[in-house]
C-alpha cells in the first residue's frame, strides 16, 4: 500500500480458550479515516478479535500496533485513558442520575489529555480544561442530536439515546479510532439513521476511523469502505461490501454450509 502508519495494523492475532481457538492468526489494518466493517456468523471470534485488539483479553500471539506504537501488551485501562482508541460493549454504561451534558464531561475528564494547560496553575488548568470540556460536550451533544434532552437524566431516556450518549462520551478526547460492537443492535430505526449520520460526521468532519462489527448488511455497506469477514475464527475474505457480499464462501459461510 501507500506506505503510511496504518491507524490499527495487527498482525496474525491469535486466541484460544481451551480447545476452541477463538481467533486464529487474523491480519488487520485500518487506514486513516477508514471505516471497516467486521462482520461474520456468531461465534466467529469478532467480539474476540476487539477483546484482544483493546486489552480486555490477552492473546496468545500476535502484534497490534497504534499510530505506529507497540501496544500488545497495555491493559484496557490504559489504552482507555489515552483516548486514541477507543471502543464500545455490548451493555450500554451511562450515569443514571447524570444529564446528558454532565455524562459527557465526566466521560472527558476520564481521559488524558495532552498537557496544552500545563503552564497554567493548577487552579486555573482545572478551571479552563472543565470549562473546555463543557463546550467540546455542547458540540458533540447538538451533532448528536442531544440538545433537546441535555438536561435530563440519562436513565430517563430511552436506550437508544443511552446508546447516543454513550458515543457521544467516547468522541471527547478526539480519538483516532472507534470500535464499535453492534452498535445497532436494539435500538429504534430511526434512531440507527441517527447513529449512522453520526458515525459518518465524525469521520469526515473529526478524522475518526471506525471498525465496526454489523450483522446488517445494508448498514455495512452504506457505512463501510471495505470489510472483512471471520469465519471459525479465520479470515474468509476483505473487500469492498459488494465484494464481500459476492464472494461464495460468505454465504456458504452465513449459510452454514
Ligand atoms: P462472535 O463475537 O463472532 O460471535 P466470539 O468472539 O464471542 O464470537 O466467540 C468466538 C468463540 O470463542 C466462540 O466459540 C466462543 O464460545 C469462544 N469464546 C469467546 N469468549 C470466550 C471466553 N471468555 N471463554 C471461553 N470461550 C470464549
Ligand atoms: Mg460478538
Redesign the pocket.
Known amino acids: 500500500t501507500s506506505g503510511k502508519v496504518s491507524v490499527l495494523d495487527i498482525k496474525g492475532l491469535t486466541k484460544t ?2 480447545a ?1 481457538t ?1 481467533v486464529d492468526n487474523v491480519d488487520l489494518h485500518i487506514d486513516h479515516g477508514e471505516i471497516l466493517g467486521l462482520i ?1 456468523p ?7 478479535f476487539f477483546d484482544c485488539s483493546t486489552g480486555l483479553a490477552t492473546p496468545d500471539s500476535g502484534s497490534v500496533s497504534l499510530e505506529g506504537s507497540d501496544i500488545t501488551n497495555w491493559s484496557l485501562n490504559r489504552i482507555a485513558r489515552e483516548g486514541r482508541m477507543l471502543r464500545s460493549f455490548q451493555k450500554t454504561v451511562v450515569f443514571k442520575k447524570l444529564d446528558v451534558e454532565e455524562n459527557l464531561v465526566i466521560a472527558g475528564q476520564m481521559f488524558t489529555f495532552p498537557s496544552v494547560l500545563s503552564t497554567f496553575s493548577v487552579g486555573k488548568r482545572s478551571r479552563m480544561r472543565i470549562e473546555g470540556l463543557r463546550k467540546h460536550a455542547r458540540e458533540l451533544i447538538e451533532l448528536t442530536g442531544l440538545g433537546p434532552v441535555a438536561h435530563m437524566a440519562a436513565g430517563n431516556l430511552s436506550g437508544g439515546q443511552q446508546k447516543l450518549i454513550q458515543f457521544a462520551s467516547m468522541l471527547m478526547p478526539d480519538p483516532r479510532l472507534i470500535m464499535l460492537d453492534e452498535p445497532m443492535a436494539g435500538i429504534n430505526p430511526k434512531l440507527v439513521e441517527r447513529v449512522i449520520d453520526t458515525i459518518r460526521y465524525a469521520n469526515r468532519e473529526m478524522g475518526v476511523s471506525f471498525l465496526i462489527i454489523e450483522h446488517n448488511i445494508d448498514v455495512v455497506t452504506s457505512l463501510c469502505s471495505r470489510a472483512i469477514v ?1 469465519d471459525q475464527g479465520r479470515k474468509l475474505c476483505e473487500g469492498t461490501p459488494a465484494e464481500v457480499i459476492a464472494n461464495k464462501q460468505v454465504r456458504e459461510a452465513y449459510l452454514g454450509g
Do not use: F, I, P, R
Open positions: 480458550y481451551g476452541v477463538a461474520g456468531n461465534g466467529s471470534g469478532k467480539s474476540t471471520l
